[in-house]
């Protein structure tokens, strides 16, 4: 790992600790939760709020499904040379009671999960550039 | 008052990737159509064009584009943008033209010339917008199908071979279709031997993008009867709802669902909501149906859809693809046409497609594919951005 800095490839959308957590938003009004934020408008049909606050998500859910990418995507995907597949999960947050995409972990395959298994959050580097280390939220089966 | 238009004629430019301009397609399609329906182009009085959208490319202002094309007469136009089911919102446009009064006999159209390669987004940093956001993480299409499929595998039990059976299903079929675009009989063993793109889908388990047009002419009843058509196939229904928060399932191009943390607010798939209109508009339900012609963006997706249609209860839609059910010949023959898997999507003209199909078989007029004896079919398709549609045919 080369020593350049970390910091996200997108800003804003999660913390930068050891044990992250996306950050969202949630209405104060309903309760309702939104990744990415929302701050104009809540989307509950039952709900007319304006009112917001930031909230970190939890950091932990049950897989929903998962499936891997075997070939690259186009940009502004930046692959490795060569290019190596990963795999990705749909991670069910019980608290906020929504779905939330992200890659898996290198070293972790399709053949590794299973719907229902528990996950974690954690981050990982999506890719380099001259300056720094890119990196976003990841899910990661959690530790026994 | 009886909200059915009659089907007077359809017609379809055959599916390829030919290269010419989308507005030769729909050209050819509506030609046939007018010649199928017996009406002389001057007669139309509104023109319903299924748009598409890139990058701005003038030419997809569907309904004026292919009005000129076919020669100004003064018909009114409209163009309808709603994705995958931008067809069926055409459609909708036409028939509450000639509900009200306003038209008597409409054509429908759509026609789409797709690009090379991938679609991506286009490029910068540009995290407001969720295209961007996803293809940055590394999250294509296929994924999304993937997903899906790979949830049906440990929820249900589905295997590759049943999503492979899919594939060699269709394209049996397909390989009768005059118009589809892949006109081979593969095997379960050629599937197998596909790469795989995203596990558990192979290449042959996702639909592929095509060139391709397609035309419908609907009038009034009154007017079907007037020229010696009343017996001609009609629009029961046509839903064109949109998904009701919290939508459960994580849909392209988004990065999450909607949450249902709010007291009062359920999670709910959008799928299984666009039917539900459709057979409440027509006053029939499942048991009524004869075929299905549903939106197959990849194998796996059959089997969903024949569950959002009821037409299996959930988890059960492979009992009946090994049964036999869904083949030609089968208690509910889906997808007789072939399906995208031989025709590949051609996005503005599908949803279309999938009506002049069961036009034909209502007729009686599908020759190798013939369902015998269909008198009720239905249509079932999904786009992005909410968009979606099911139309049901009655003879």
Redesign the interface.
């Known amino acids: 790992m080369s020593q350049k800095p970390q910091v996200p490839?997108?800003?804003g959308?999660h913390t930068m600790a050891a044990k992250p957590h996306l950050i969202g938003t949630q209405?104060e009004h309903?309760?309702?939760?939104?990744?990415?934020k929302q701050n104009d408008y809540c989307?509950?049909?039952?709900?007319d709020s304006t009112d917001f606050r930031e909230v970190e998500l939890s950091r932990t859910g049950t897989i929903?499904?998962?499936?891997?990418?075997?070939?690259k995507?186009?940009?502004?995907?930046v692959a490795q040379e060569p290019f190596q597949p990963?795999a990705?999960a749909?991670v069910q947050l019980e608290?906020?009671?929504?779905?939330?995409?992200?890659?898996v972990v290198e070293g972790v395959s399709?053949e590794d999960l299973?719907?229902?298994m528990p996950m974690e959050l954690v981050l990982e580097a999506?890719h380099e550039t001259d300056d720094d280390i890119k990196v976003?939220w990841k899910w990661q089966p959690l530790a026994q | 008052m009886s909200k059915e238009i009659a089907i007077l004629g359809v017609g379809m430019h055959p599916w390829g990737k030919w290269g010419h301009n989308f507005v030769q397609y729909g050209v050819a399609a509506a030609r046939e159509a007018l010649a199928d329906a017996g009406v002389p182009w001057q007669d139309i009085s509104f023109v319903s064009g299924g748009a598409t959208i890139r990058c701005g490319y003038p030419g997809y202002v569907a309904g004026a584009t292919f009005a000129q094309a076919l020669g100004w007469q003064g018909a009114e136009v409209n163009t309808s943008y709603a994705a995958c089911a931008s067809g069926s919102q055409a459609l909708a446009a036409a028939r509450n033209k000639i509900l009200s009064g306003e038209c008597e006999v409409a054509l429908v159209v759509g026609a789409d010339t797709t690009p090379k390669g991938f679609l991506a987004p286009a490029g910068g940093y540009r995290p407001e917008d969720p295209d961007w956001v996803r293809f940055y993480l590394g999250i294509t299409n296929p994924t999304y199908f993937a997903l899906y499929a790979r949830r049906r595998m440990d929820l249900y039990g589905d295997t590759l071979e049943d999503f492979a059976a899919v594939k060699v299903k269709n394209s049996r079929v397909g390989s009768k279709n005059p118009r589809a675009r892949y006109r081979k009989c593969f095997s379960a063993e050629d599937v197998a031997a596909s790469a795989m793109v995203a596990d558990p889908l192979r290449l042959m388990d996702i639909c592929a993008t095509s060139d391709g047009g397609a035309a419908i002419i609907v009038s009034s009843l009154e007017y079907a009867r007037k020229i010696g058509k009343g017996d001609a196939p009609r629009v029961a229904a046509i839903s064109t709802v949109t998904p009701t928060f919290a939508s459960s399932v994580v849909e392209m191009p988004d990065i999450a669902t909607d949450s249902a943390a709010a007291a009062g607010v359920e999670a709910q798939a959008y799928r299984a909501s666009l039917p539900v209109k459709a057979y409440e508009e027509a006053g029939l339900g499942p048991s009524d149906i004869d075929l299905a012609e549903v939106y197959d963006l990849s194998t796996a997706l059959e089997l969903d859809w024949i569950e959002d249609l009821q037409l299996a209860p959930r988890g059960e839609a492979a009992a009946l693809l090994r049964a036999g059910d869904t083949a030609l010949g089968g208690r509910i023959p889906v997808n007789v046409s072939g399906g995208l898997a031989c025709f590949g999507e051609a996005v503005p003209a599908q949803a279309l497609s999938q009506v002049c199909e069961l036009t034909w078989q209502l007729r009686g007029q599908a020759g190798d594919r013939q369902v015998q004896g269909a008198k009720v079919g239905i249509t079932a398709n999904q786009g992005l951005f909410g968009h979606g549609s099911s139309v049901i045919v009655k003879k």
């Open positions: 490839a997108i800003e959308w209405c309903c309760g309702t939760y939104f990744f990415p989307r509950n049909p039952n709900c929903w499904s998962y499936t891997n990418a075997c070939y995507p186009p940009a502004p995907f990963y990705i749909a608290q906020e009671q929504m779905v939330v995409l992200g890659q399709v299973k719907v229902g999506l976003t």
